[in-house]
T-cell receptor, first 109, second 120 residues
């Protein structure tokens, strides 16, 4: 079973800052990795899918990098906004999807 | 992206009754569906993996007789919580994947919006 760790567990920043969210996983034999956001009491919204053969993937202000050999992925959020406040989850795909405990982000106006 | 519909979005039931949750892939055929539960302020815990036409594979510690999973078609999987108790109250989320790794096609997972179950 994959062990997925996300650091930091919580983050509170003023609006406009660039952020780094970290994800590590124990088994590097993944097919891809997805980043999600979850708003309180809601389901998951897929943010980025990065294939195992890729090093990074970008969507708007979001950029995800993947170092499969070391079992790490990083989500960069540029110019953070209050609307980015949510819990961010990474899920490496090892035939199944296991989730980290998430990073709870609060962006203050 | 593809759409996964989960129904109901919330349900309240009496202790001892059974509750069925449906998960449908609306615009693609899902060879594999995953079921998760999430307790307040915790992450998603994988309960089981179901492949169309075969028995579900349960994660360690998940009671298969209590959480019945049926994946009878390529667009529908159901989770039935049998003889529900208050400790079963949780947020249940399903996920669907079109293809298994190595079969070609997208292996991206799409998630339903979840079902909040409250057992009283």
């Amino acid at each position: 079973k994959q062990e997925v760790t996300q650091i930091p567990a919580a983050l509170s920043v003023p609006e406009g800052e660039n952020l780094v969210l970290n994800c590590s996983f124990t088994d590097s034999a993944i097919y891809n990795l997805q980043w999600f956001r979850q708003d309180p009491g809601k389901g998951l919204t897929s943010l980025l899918l990065i294939q195992s053969s890729q090093r990074e993937q970008t969507s708007g202000r979001l950029n995800a990098s993947l170092d499969k050999s070391s079992g790490r992925s990083t989500l960069y959020i540029a110019a953070s906004q209050p609307g980015d406040s949510a819990t961010y989850l990474c899920a490496p795909h090892f035939n199944k999807f296991y989730f980290g405990s998430g990073t709870k982000l609060n962006v203050k106006p | 992206g593809a759409v996964v519909s989960q129904h109901p979005s919330w349900v309240i039931c009496k202790s001892g009754t059974s509750v069925k949750i449906e998960c449908r892939s609306l615009d693609f055929q899902a060879t594999t569906m995953f079921w998760y539960r999430q307790f307040p302020k915790q992450s998603l815990m994988l309960m089981a993996t179901s492949n169309e036409g075969s028995k579900a594979t349960y994660e360690q510690g998940v009671e298969k007789d209590k959480f019945l999973i049926n994946h009878a078609s390529l667009t529908l999987s159901t989770l039935t919580v049998t003889s529900a108790h208050p400790e079963d109250s949780s947020f249940y989320i399903c996920s669907a994947r079109a293809q298994r790794p190595g079969q070609g096609g997208s292996t991206e997972a799409f998630f339903g919006q979840g079902t909040r179950l409250t057992v009283v």
